[in-house]
């Protein structure tokens, strides 16, 4: 198993009060698989991947857990190691490229000087290698680009650029965080070609978070749903698509609108609202929403129980295997 996070906890301590981002979260990804972690904004996913990372910004708080890399737990790593990891083994790539490349200085620039760090090139190797990159992640004129400043570059084009320096170690595991959210349709479409002839030329793990259910139908084999900071259920893509189990997926789910559905049938959407985090429901955090739920879904969270060979659910009203 190339990564394994066990019972990850990451809080944030706030004067109104404890806000648990991510709660007793386990989930784990093999080589060169891709894992889809899905839910609605503010679930928690972007800071499951902050937390593999160990990256949880202040007031942020690990508080539990392990993110065991290859069997060895990140979240105990010394400064040096930690930084090995980062810079070679786990890369990550965020929706907005901007929070990855500087602005003052050009895109060759940038990933020359990661590459000088990580593999130990001269100056002039490290420019070569860079424009490379750039052509090999499908950017034109690679040579002209890579002397140009983000801000000169395209949403796509500064997507691709911030690819090209994730990857440019190669690492073992690429986070992928909602890097298709803020393109059109059409270069969406390119940037996830683009992971995917990546993840096989590198023989990489992608974790790829996103909200979008067509993304991880096209991209994943197995999901990961989550609903204020706690998983809901996990299994296979073609199963949990064509039979969820949990209510909250069925939920989900039930509000993508389908080809052959007809102009005139209604997206069904989930009663209620997410819940505020600072105070969460009792017992199962989605009985307030759910057409299910009843008195005993009020007492305790569910546990994340086997249902099948390859399905874990948290939800009293599932039958277990």
Request: aromatic share 4%.
């Given at each position: 198993?190339?990564?394994?996070?066990?019972?990850?906890?990451?809080?944030?301590?706030?004067?109104?009060?404890?806000?648990?981002?991510?709660?007793?979260?386990?989930?784990?990804?093999?080589?060169?698989?891709?894992?889809?972690?899905?839910?609605?904004?503010?679930?928690?996913?972007?800071?499951?991947?902050?937390?593999?990372?160990?990256?949880?910004?202040?007031?942020?708080?690990?508080?539990?857990?392990?993110?065991?890399?290859?069997?060895?737990?990140?979240?105990?790593?010394?400064?040096?190691?930690?930084?090995?990891?980062?810079?070679?083994?786990?890369?990550?790539?965020?929706?907005?490229?901007?929070?990855?490349?500087?602005?003052?200085?050009?895109?060759?620039?940038?990933?020359?000087?990661?590459?000088?760090?990580?593999?130990?090139?001269?100056?002039?190797?490290?420019?070569?290698?860079?424009?490379?990159?750039?052509?090999?992640?499908?950017?034109?004129?690679?040579?002209?680009?890579?002397?140009s400043y983000?801000?000169?570059?395209?949403?796509?084009?500064?997507?691709?650029?911030?690819?090209?320096?994730?990857?440019?170690?190669?690492?073992?595991?690429?986070?992928?965080?909602?890097?298709?959210?803020?393109?059109?349709?059409?270069?969406?479409?390119?940037?996830?070609?683009?992971?995917?002839?990546?993840?096989?030329?590198?023989?990489?793990?992608?974790?790829?978070?996103?909200?979008?259910?067509?993304?991880?139908?096209?991209?994943?084999?197995?999901?990961?749903?989550?609903?204020?900071?706690?998983?809901?259920?996990?299994?296979?893509?073609?199963?949990?698509?064509?039979?969820?189990?949990h209510p909250?997926?069925?939920?989900?789910?039930?509000?993508?609108?389908?080809?052959?559905?007809?102009?005139?049938?209604?997206?069904?959407?989930?009663?209620?609202?997410?819940?505020?985090?600072?105070?969460?429901?009792?017992?199962?955090?989605?009985?307030?929403?759910?057409?299910?739920?009843?008195?005993?879904?009020?007492?305790?969270?569910?546990?994340?129980?086997?249902?099948?060979?390859?399905?874990m659910c948290?939800?009293?009203?599932?039958?277990?295997?």
């Open positions: 198993m190339l990564l394994s996070v066990q019972n990850l906890a990451s809080y944030f301590y706030l004067d109104e009060g404890v806000l648990r981002a991510v709660d007793r979260v386990s989930f784990e990804i093999g080589e060169n698989e891709t894992v889809a972690l899905v839910g609605e904004s503010g679930c928690g996913k972007t800071i499951i991947a902050l937390s593999i990372l160990k990256l949880i910004p202040p007031p942020g708080k690990i508080v539990a857990g392990s993110v065991l890399l290859e069997g060895e737990d990140i979240l105990s790593m010394s400064r040096d190691r930690l930084r090995q990891i980062r810079a070679k083994e786990i890369g990550i790539v965020f929706q907005e490229p901007g929070s990855a490349l500087n602005p003052v200085y050009t895109v060759g620039h940038q990933i020359a000087e990661v590459l000088r760090l990580n593999r130990n090139l001269s100056r002039r190797e490290a420019d070569s290698t860079a424009i490379n990159l750039l052509g090999d992640v499908g950017i034109p004129e690679p040579e002209r680009r890579a002397k983000s801000f000169e570059l395209s949403g796509g084009m500064r997507q691709r650029a911030a690819i090209a320096m994730a990857t440019s170690a190669p690492p073992k595991l690429l986070i992928a965080d909602e890097p298709t959210t803020a393109l059109d349709v059409t270069v969406q479409a390119e940037i996830l070609d683009l992971l995917r002839d990546l993840q096989q030329r590198y023989k990489m793990a992608i974790l790829l978070i996103t909200h979008d259910l067509a993304v991880v139908a096209e991209m994943a084999k197995r999901v990961i749903v989550m609903y204020t900071g706690k998983v809901m259920e996990v299994g296979n893509v073609e199963e949990i698509f064509e039979a969820p189990q909250y997926t069925k939920g989900l789910l039930a509000s993508v609108l389908r080809l052959g559905s007809g102009r005139n049938s209604p997206l069904r959407g989930i009663p209620g609202s997410v819940p505020d985090f600072l105070s969460l429901p009792s017992g199962c955090t989605f009985h307030p929403r759910c057409s299910v739920g009843d008195h005993a879904c009020t007492s305790e969270f569910p546990p994340l129980r086997q249902i099948s060979s390859a399905r948290a939800c009293y009203k599932v039958e277990t295997a």
